[in-house]
């Protein structure tokens, strides 16, 4: 499903060069959810990054799903980006006009996949059913983190790419929350890449990695 190899990247600055990833290699199977751990500054959120083709590499192949991520042409890439992969952040990133519902249903209109019952289902699970018709500012911060895994699932991608996805909620019901979403996201037949500093967190997926001097080790 994800195959990476040989992969590069490095900043510069001033007259430094910083090698971030170097000669990266990295395989994830169709269903299956990977913990990516590491230290600060080690180059999370830039290999998430290039797995959704928003950034470039120096060098180095990311195939995803068929598609050749470091060379695509960017218009390929948007419609990838859209239909085959989300992407939830610390920052939860709720559109403030749309409700709740619309906010839920924003990245499966866009691809115009309409499921109703698995919608209803999603919204009960992650006990928003009277929350739909408020706005996101009428929401608590764990609502809103809710409502951001829905949308990122209503869809059912191929890929979640989730940076530190619990927004500095308290650890116990982020730890509630991360294990409802690793079952949505099983049950959607996606997978999962999650970046997390918690190893409570990390213990929900079926294995964990550990990003350090630019390379990929499994962490048992
Ligand atoms: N656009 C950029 N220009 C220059 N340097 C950058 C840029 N983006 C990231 N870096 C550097 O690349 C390194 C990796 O950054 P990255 O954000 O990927 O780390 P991270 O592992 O996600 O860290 P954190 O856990 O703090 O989020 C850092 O040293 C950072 O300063
Ligand atoms: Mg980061």
Not at 132 to 139: E, G, M
């Given at each position: 499903m994800l195959s990476i190899k040989n992969l590069c990247k490095s900043y510069h600055y001033a007259d430094v060069r910083q090698?971030?990833?170097?000669?990266l290699e990295f395989e994830m199977s169709t269903a299956s959810s990977v913990a990516l751990l590491g230290e600060s500054g080690s180059g999370k959120s830039t290999l998430l990054h290039l797995i959704a083709g928003l950034d470039r590499p120096d060098s180095g192949e990311i195939d995803f799903v068929g598609y050749r991520v470091h060379s695509e042409p960017e218009p390929v890439l948007a419609a990838l980006r859209r239909s085959q992969m989300s992407l939830v952040f610390?920052?939860?990133?709720?559109?403030?006009?749309?409700s709740i519902l619309d906010n839920i249903r924003f990245q499966a209109a866009l691809c115009q996949r309409f499921d109703n019952r698995y919608e209803a289902e999603l919204i009960g699970r992650l006990g928003l059913s009277d929350q739909?018709?408020?706005?996101?500012?009428?929401?608590s911060r764990g609502q809103q983190q809710r409502v951001a895994i829905a949308r990122s699932l209503l869809h059912k991608p191929q890929l979640v790419l989730a940076d530190?996805?619990?927004?500095?909620?308290?650890?116990n019901s982020s730890l509630e929350v991360m294990g409802l979403f690793s079952d949505l996201v099983r049950q959607a037949g996606s997978s999962l890449l999650m970046v997390t500093h918690s190893q409570a967190m990390a213990r929900f997926m079926d294995r964990r990695v550990w990003l350090h001097n630019g390379k990929l080790e499994e962490a048992g």
């Open positions: 090698d971030v990833l170097h000669q610390q920052q939860f990133h709720l559109i403030s006009t749309l739909v018709d408020k706005y996101p500012h009428q929401l530190e996805p619990t927004g500095n909620l308290d650890e």
